[in-house]
């Protein structure tokens, strides 16, 4: 039973790492398409051709 435990503990330790990790990387994808947003409203509102790609979206690999 102690070793089940032990087990269990170190589980859920790794799951709560992967969690706060996936949340770290949402965030830098959400800061990034951010930054290019408000790099292309700027760009709309002086009037100036914005042709940078958006992002690349970090799921499409997964498909």
């Known amino acids: 039973m102690y070793l089940w435990n032990l087990y269990q503990r ?3 330790e790794r799951l709560e790492e992967v969690r706060a ?3 770290a ?8 398409w951010l930054a290019w947003n408000n ?10 051709s914005f042709n940078e790609p958006p992002p690349a979206n970090p799921h499409a690999a997964d498909r």
């Open 10 to 12: 170190k589980q859920q």
């Open 39 to 48: 790099r292309r409203l700027e760009a709309e509102s002086k009037g100036i």
């Open 25 to 32: 990387e949402t965030a830098a994808v959400y800061r990034e």
């Open 21 to 23: 990790e996936g949340k």
